[in-house]
């Protein structure tokens, strides 16, 4: 709703800008990181440095589907006791899973958001350079936009400028 609302701002303000001859670039912080050398090693690094975690979470989750399907083979032999307690099994693993899971999202992001702090310095040189050097006066998000003319599209720009440091 907020970026609807941030579009729309922007069409109305956009003829009133174009009399001024105001330049207008768009920008998607998100893809142009992704798209850089520096992410690239990132996300190796964290796929190596989290495998261990992420094969003990799919052996989690084997565990939890075998418990499961003997749940449901063998429901109508099991005794009340035997159910009640083929059922606590799955919930704890369930549980485990989950909070291994959620451990491991936090730390990935802890991890990618001490990459957005390293790297913000130079995005914003790289921009103010942008900025100065092709005079532009307005930058907005590219996910705001539902058209965008890809002239006027910095992305590219910023990670290629990214990729050379």
């Given at each position: 709703?907020?970026?609807?609302?941030m579009?729309?701002?922007?069409?109305?303000?956009?003829?009133?800008?174009?009399?001024?001859?105001?330049?207008?670039?768009?920008?998607?912080?998100?893809?142009?990181?992704?798209?850089?050398?520096?992410?690239?090693?990132?996300?190796?690094?964290?796929?190596?440095?989290?495998?261990?975690?992420?094969?003990?979470?799919?052996?989690?989750?084997?565990?939890?589907?075998?418990?499961?399907?003997?749940?449901?083979?063998?429901?109508?032999?099991?005794?009340?006791?035997?159910?009640?307690?083929?059922?606590?099994?799955?919930?704890?693993?369930?549980?485990?899973?989950q909070?291994?899971?959620?451990?491991?999202?936090?730390?990935?992001?802890?991890?990618?958001?001490?990459?957005?702090?390293?790297?913000?310095?130079?995005?914003?040189?790289?921009?103010?350079?942008?900025?100065?050097?092709?005079?532009?006066?307005?930058?907005?998000?590219?996910?705001?936009a539902?058209?965008?003319?890809?002239?006027?599209?910095?992305?590219?720009?910023?990670?290629e400028?990214?990729?050379?440091?």
């Amino acid at each position: 709703m907020k970026a609807l609302k941030m579009v729309l701002l922007a069409a109305l303000l956009l003829p009133g800008l174009a009399l001024a001859e105001t330049k207008i670039a768009v920008l998607d912080m998100e893809a142009a990181l992704s798209a850089t050398k520096q992410a690239g090693v990132l996300r190796d690094k964290l796929k190596q440095e989290f495998s261990a975690e992420e094969n003990q979470l799919r052996q989690m989750s084997e565990e939890g589907n075998a418990l499961k399907a003997k749940l449901e083979k063998e429901n109508s032999f099991l005794s009340d006791a035997d159910r009640r307690q083929l059922l606590g099994q799955i919930q704890k693993k369930f549980q485990e899973f989950q909070t291994l899971g959620n451990q491991l999202k936090q730390q990935r992001l802890a991890r990618e958001q001490a990459f957005l702090v390293e790297m913000r310095p130079q995005i914003e040189s790289i921009l103010k350079e942008l900025v100065k050097n092709r005079e532009i006066d307005i930058i907005l998000n590219r996910k705001s936009a539902v058209f965008v003319d890809p002239k006027l599209d910095l992305t590219p720009v910023i990670a290629e400028e990214l990729n050379k440091l």
